[in-house]
């Protein structure tokens, strides 16, 4: 059994639920996307054990810095179905090979960043400072 529910429908648009017992969350926001599927009883949103975690992925979405932000419900629930239908064939998502899903997130992170000091230039950060507190 699947439910499927809206939460929220923009900055984030978010989706909660369960697959058989196993709880879900979809957040789209920025610049991407993340599904997230843990056991029964763990709290997809924040979850405090890795081993509780059955299958997440997360993509880039769009070529701004908004639009995964304002995804339409169509185009969330295909992704969502998609995701389902991945975990219902014990696919783990981007779990499958840790190494590519660090570099994945490290490349959205520094893309992310460009984005933000290209609009927001006051918001660069102090490299400098960065130096001195060892970052």
């Known amino acids: 059994m699947i439910n499927i529910r809206k939460t929220c429908n923009f900055a984030p648009v978010q989706y909660e639920g369960d697959i058989d017992g196993n709880p879900f969350y ?13 056991v029964h009883g763990a709290n997809p949103v924040t979850p405090v054990n890795r081993e509780d975690v059955l299958f997440e992925r997360s993509e880039e979405y ?8 304002c995804i339409s419900t169509n185009e969330a629930e295909a ?3 998609k995701c389902i239908l991945d975990f219902q064939r014990g696919n783990k998502g981007d779990l499958e090979d840790m190494v590519a899903y660090a570099t994945k997130l490290k490349d959205r992170q520094e893309r992310d960043l460009k984005l933000i000091t290209t609009l927001f230039p006051e918001c660069k950060p102090d490299q400098e400072a960065d130096k001195d507190a060892n970052v």
Do not use: C, P, Q
């Not at 769009?62 to 932000?69: I, K, Q």
């Open 62 to 69: 769009g070529e701004g810095l908004f639009d995964a932000s």
């Open 26 to 38: 979809f957040r789209s926001r920025w610049t991407n996307w993340r599904m997230t599927i843990v």
């Open 79 to 81: 992704i969502i179905n």
